[in-house]
Every structure is written in structure tokens, then in C-alpha cells.
């Protein structure tokens, strides 16, 4: 009798070194998948290092913007989950040139190629932060609502979006996925993600800084954005074909004064001061109802879970100060300008 991954041919992530690819790398190994990783090791390979020896899993160090690099990982591969960007806010405005090259002409090399060579599935990930800034705050936005993004990174994952729209058909199989504001630990753990920042701040300082602390935003853990990924791909195509699914829960919809509020429960003595800034001027509650409804996902993880997994960790000296320091947007944009000529397009 085969197992559920054997009846799929090798899947291949892009991205999978990073913090939702490393950890979906050993999902759908755990599933019993071929899995081929294309990344261009920014981190470095760490996180993987207990995967590489997998008789099923394939490491290939190199640029999503490199045809043949493209070409070689894309070989004999059924579906593509494609992860690889330069994320976040600030990463994209310390290299903007690089931004739009990785993000939006990458994306677009990888698409036409998989369209070309036969993949049958493509699923992008795309963010929630396409919505930006809300005129009401009892709104909700559904899939069709309008775009408002305030940052690069959202404007390169729109554009992306709008490209896909073009390649997606019978042969060729496009799901977009905006995913919630991620959290939780991974095998390589953001700290510029505010739910994770927010524990590491507390634990060492027993203070955290807060601002706008009533700005909303949807939230969804790392686990289960890897769980979605997983319900799409082993999805009926008529289900999943050319469609747009927030990615998250409406559950997790939080002000950032109630994510503190959820910390104070844990950590009693915890000293908060809030600031009010325009900073970031972000703003908006997501409806994930579609996803619950189409594909039956319901949140396997809550915040204060997080917590706990994060202050445990930081206590048993799991997660350290130095885990922290690699992740610090300084470190990010540091060397993002430092590469800026050398993360040029390759084609």
C-alpha cells in the first residue's frame, strides 16, 4: 500500500532554509514526501543539517533567478511551493533593488518555468500585509477586498499575484496563499516578528516597548501555516485552482495591547510602556472563513502557546541571546546592503 507522499512526485520549496520552510521541509518529509530544497543560503544551511542526509530530501544551494539553477531543481517535480523572498518590511527597504529582482522577477522565472516543465502545482506565498491600512476597524477583508499596501514587500507580492493570475489553467494549477502575521518557534526563528520579539524582549528585560498598541492584525503560527500548505497541496485541484485564500484563523485577529495582555497572564510583574507612533501605520483584520470553510483548517496553535514554547525555551537555554542577534532587522539590512551588487539579476 503507498503512502500518502508516494503518490506525489518530488515536491520542491524554495526557500526552505528559512523560518516556514525549515520547518515544512521536515513536514512533508514526516508525510512521507520527496522533497527538493532550493534556497540561497543567506542563513547558511543550519537549520537543515538535521534533514540532509534524508535519502528523500535534495538540497540545492542557489538563486530562484538562475534559469538553469531553476531548470535543474524543477526537474521531475509534480508540485512547487514557493517560499523564497527577501521578507519583511525593513529587509526590502534596506535593498529595494534586490526586493523587486528576488521577489517579483524571481517569482516570475520560477512560474514560467514550472509552467513550462510540466508542474502541475504552484503554491505562492503571498501576505495579508496586501491590505495595509483598513478604513474601519470592524471590517473584516475578504479575499476580494481592496489592496492598500504601505510597504515594498507587499507591493512586490501583489504584483506577484497579478502575474500568477496569467499562468494559472487546467495544466498548470496556481493557489495563492496571504498568510497571517507568522509566530512561534522554527528551526530558524525570526525575531522581527512581533509576537516572537515581544517574548524575547520580555524574558530578558522583564519590560517590553509597545507601539501603537491598538492597531489590529491577524496572527498564525508557523506550524500552522505549514499545516495549510500541506491541506492545499493534498487538496482536489477543483478545489484549490486559481484560488486566493487568506491564511490564518478569524480568531487570531489581535490589537497588540491584547497580545500583551496575553504575555501579563504568564508573566504577572511584566512592565509595559506604550508609545504612540506612525511608524508603522498598518491596520486591518482578515476573514479566513473561506479557508475554513473550502479546506476544513482550524488552528492547531494559539498565542499563548507561543508564549509558553518561547519562555520555556529561553529558560532551558534552547534559544539563546546569540539566536536573537542573527535575526535582528540591524543584521538583515546590514547585509542586505552589503550584497546589494552581488543579489543583482543573474539573467
Request: net charge neutral; aromatic share 10%; hydrophobic share 40%.
Amino acid at each position: 500500500m503507498k503512502h500518502r507522499g508516494q503518490l506525489n512526485k518530488t515536491i520542491l520549496i524554495t526557500g526552505g532554509a528559512g523560518y516556514i520552510g525549515s520547518f515544512l521541509v521536515r513536514d512533508m518529509l514526516a508525510q512521507d514526501y520527496r522533497v527538493r530544497c532550493l534556497d540561497l543560503l543567506i542563513y547558511g544551511d543550519k537549520s537543515l543539517q538535521e534533514v540532509i542526509r534524508d535519502s528523500r530530501f535534495e538540497l540545492i544551494h542557489g538563486d530562484i533567478r538562475d534559469k538553469k539553477i531553476v531548470r535543474r531543481a524543477l526537474k521531475d517535480v509534480d508540485s512547487v511551493i514557493h517560499l523564497a523572498a527577501i521578507v519583511g518590511d525593513s529587509p526590502c527597504q534596506a535593498a529595494p533593488k534586490s526586493a523587486v529582482e528576488i521577489n517579483f522577477k524571481g517569482t516570475r522565472i520560477l512560474a514560467e518555468e514550472a509552467c513550462t516543465m510540466g508542474v502541475n502545482r504552484f503554491i505562492f506565498n503571498s501576505t495579508c500585509s496586501n491590505y495595509g491600512i483598513m478604513k474601519s476597524s470592524e471590517d473584516a477583508a475578504e479575499e476580494n477586498h481592496e489592496f492598500n499596501p504601505i510597504s515594498l514587500y507587499a507591493e512586490t507580492k501583489i504584483d506577484c499575484e497579478e502575474f500568477l493570475k496569467t499562468l494559472n489553467g487546467d495544466q498548470f494549477c496556481v493557489t495563492v496563499l496571504r498568510f497571517a502575521s507568522g509566530y512561534g518557534i522554527s528551526y530558524r526563528t525570526r525575531f522581527d516578528l512581533l509576537i516572537n520579539s515581544l517574548a524575547f524582549e520580555a524574558w530578558t528585560k522583564n519590560e517590553v516597548t509597545l507601539f501603537s498598541a491598538d492597531t489590529w492584525r491577524p496572527y498564525v503560527h508557523v506550524a500552522d501555516m505549514c499545516l495549510i500548505i500541506r491541506k492545499v497541496l493534498e487538496a482536489p485541484l477543483d478545489k484549490v485552482a486559481g484560488e486566493i485564500f487568506n491564511a490564518g484563523s478569524t480568531i487570531q485577529n489581535y490589537t497588540k495591547r491584547m497580545l500583551i495582555k496575553i504575555l501579563q497572564k504568564r508573566m504577572p510583574q511584566l512592565r509595559v510602556r506604550f508609545i504612540d507612533t506612525i511608524d508603522d501605520r498598518r491596520n486591518y483584520k482578515v476573514d479566513f472563513n473561506k479557508l475554513k470553510q473550502k479546506l476544513c483548517f482550524k488552528p492547531t496553535k494559539t498565542i499563548d502557546d507561543a508564549f509558553e514554547e518561547f519562555l520555556d525555551s529561553f529558560n532551558r537555554g534552547h534559544l539563546t541571546k546569540d539566536d536573537f542577534a542573527l535575526n535582528k532587522i540591524e543584521t538583515l539590512e546590514s547585509f542586505f546592503k552589503e550584497k546589494e551588487q552581488d543579489l543583482q539579476s543573474l539573467n
